[in-house]
T-cell receptor
Framework: GIQVEQSPPDLILQEGANSTLRCNFS?????LQWFHQNPWGQLINLFY?????KQNGRLSATTVATERYSLLYISSSQTTDSGVYFC???????????WGLGTSLAVNP | DGGITQSPKYLFRKEGQNVTLSCEQN?????MYWYRQDPGQGLRLIYY???????QKGDIAEGYSVSREKKESFPLTVTSAQKNPTAFYLC????????????????FGPGTRLTVL
């Protein structure tokens, strides 16, 4: 099955810094989502991005499907950005999302 | 106010008891899913349903059961056969995709934390 690898596993930033999170996947996909899991466990949809580039405020994402990776950019980080960022991919008819282990982000004031 | 609701937020169970976790959505989504998350891990699929009165096993279905009698509701029962049920359970839904054969973005409820005492 498809393997999903996220890097780095942990990241500590000072408020205001920028960061790039990476998601590599081992096969062709037709669904790729980025999520932020907050300290209460809620999964918040950031991007649905099987290909191309999207931006939403301070966050943007790029998926290069032919090279099997996706990047999540966080600019001017804030303490509320802390939490775990997950990448999940789907193939075929998208019945199942395959999840990476996440990047744990801590933003210090 | 559309969304996915899960209840209860916290649940404690004694060993040997069955418990049922509720998941309701008012997004008119066709597909619904149940995932389990253990500390430091990604999510693993327990069951999913694409249509009323139909559901399929995911990767870790043993010890769990589901029903889909209504489009809006997809309850999960954790049975006494589940050997290690303490975990965070997340319900999701997604709309039918183009052509009716694929599914798009999944959206998640707030989760239920189950602890077996």
């Amino acid at each position: 099955g498809i393997q999903v690898e996220q890097s780095p596993p942990d990241l500590i930033l000072q408020e205001g810094a920028n960061s790039t999170l990476r998601c590599n996947f081992s096969d062709s996909v037709n669904n790729l989502q980025w999520f932020h899991q907050n300290p209460w466990g809620q999964l918040i949809n950031l991007f649905y991005i099987p290909s191309g580039t999207k931006q939403n405020g301070r966050l943007s994402a790029t998926t290069v499907a032919t090279e099997r990776y996706s990047l999540l950019y966080i600019s001017s980080s804030q303490t509320t950005d802390s939490g775990v960022y997950f990448c999940a991919v789907g193939a075929g008819n998208n019945r199942k999302l395959i999840w990476g282990l996440g990047t744990s982000l801590a933003v210090n004031p | 106010d559309g969304g996915i609701t899960q209840s209860p937020k916290y649940l404690f169970r004694k060993e040997g008891q069955n418990v049922t976790l509720s998941c309701e959505q008012n997004l008119n989504h066709d597909a619904m899913y149940w995932y389990r998350q253990d500390p430091g891990q990604g999510l693993r699929l327990i069951y999913y349903s694409q249509i009323v009165n139909d559901f399929q096993k995911g990767d870790i279905a043993e010890g769990y059961s589901v029903s889909r009698e209504k489009k809006e509701s997809f309850p999960l029962t954790v049975t006494s056969a589940q050997k290690n049920p303490t975990a965070f359970y997340l319900c999701a839904s997604s709309p039918r995709g183009a052509g009716g054969f694929s599914y798009n973005e999944q959206f998640f409820g707030p989760g239920t934390r189950l602890t077996v005492l």
